[in-house]
């Protein structure tokens, strides 16, 4: 699988899609990955609860599993810090595009050593994948710009932090 060294968001109003470019280490090339609204209605739901609820985060060994309403709490404060990180665009030029773009329908998301996830974004007949590998913070910057978007595109999504955000954490209770 290549690497990925940055990645573009952009909304099609003609296809009503979001629009990633993965920008490769290896090569000049870029890859267009569409995502739909149907996609994104079931993806970020999903990743915001496993991001939630810590299954995203590798318990380091000799610690003892957080609680859900930590792990909760510190998504939700995670999320807000990773708001604030200014996205670097890389300047993409029409030749570097790749031809063949694909349509996402599956996305595996993996937990990859210390604080580090791949997520793996695959077409229908499993042929083409595109693999991200980033932090927690980066993950829900990542997540983030796909609500903004959404938003944007005027799609009626739920924010999935909506739920995560009120929960609310006071250190020193046990649990």
């Given at each position: 699988?290549k690497?990925?060294?940055?990645?573009?968001?952009?909304y099609?109003g003609k296809?009503?899609r979001?629009?990633?470019?993965?920008?490769?280490?290896e090569?000049a090339?870029?890859t267009?990955?569409?995502?739909?609204?149907?996609?994104?209605?079931?993806?970020?739901p999903?990743?915001?609860a496993?991001?939630?609820?810590?299954?995203?985060?590798?318990?380091?060994?000799?610690?003892i599993?957080?609680s859900a309403?930590h792990?909760?709490?510190?998504?939700a404060?995670?999320?807000?810090?990773a708001?604030?990180?200014p996205?670097?665009k890389?300047?993409?030029?029409?030749s570097?595009l790749?031809?063949q773009?694909?349509?996402?329908?599956?996305?595996t998301?993996?937990?990859?050593?210390?604080g580090?996830?791949?997520l793996?974004?695959t077409?229908?007949?499993k042929?083409r994948?595109?693999?991200?590998q980033?932090?927690?913070?980066?993950?829900?910057r990542f997540?983030?710009q796909?609500?903004?978007?959404a938003?944007?595109?005027?799609?009626?999504?739920?924010?999935?932090?909506?739920t995560?955000?009120?929960?609310?954490y006071q250190?020193g209770?046990?649990?």
């Amino acid at each position: 699988m290549k690497v990925v060294e940055s990645v573009n968001f952009a909304y099609d109003g003609k296809t009503d899609r979001i629009h990633l470019y993965a920008c490769f280490k290896e090569s000049a090339t870029v890859t267009r990955v569409e995502l739909t609204r149907r996609f994104l209605a079931q993806f970020l739901p999903s990743v915001s609860a496993r991001v939630a609820d810590g299954s995203v985060a590798p318990v380091r060994a000799g610690k003892i599993a957080p609680s859900a309403a930590h792990n909760r709490a510190t998504a939700a404060r995670e999320h807000t810090i990773a708001r604030q990180i200014p996205l670097r665009k890389k300047q993409l030029k029409q030749s570097q595009l790749d031809d063949q773009g694909f349509l996402a329908l599956f996305i595996t998301i993996k937990t990859r050593g210390e604080g580090n996830i791949l997520l793996v974004l695959t077409n229908e007949a499993k042929d083409r994948e595109v693999g991200l590998q980033m932090s927690v913070l980066e993950l829900h910057r990542f997540i983030d710009q796909l609500i903004t978007l959404a938003a944007q595109a005027e799609w009626g999504l739920p924010d999935p932090w909506a739920t995560v955000k009120s929960a609310s954490y006071q250190p020193g209770l046990a649990h």
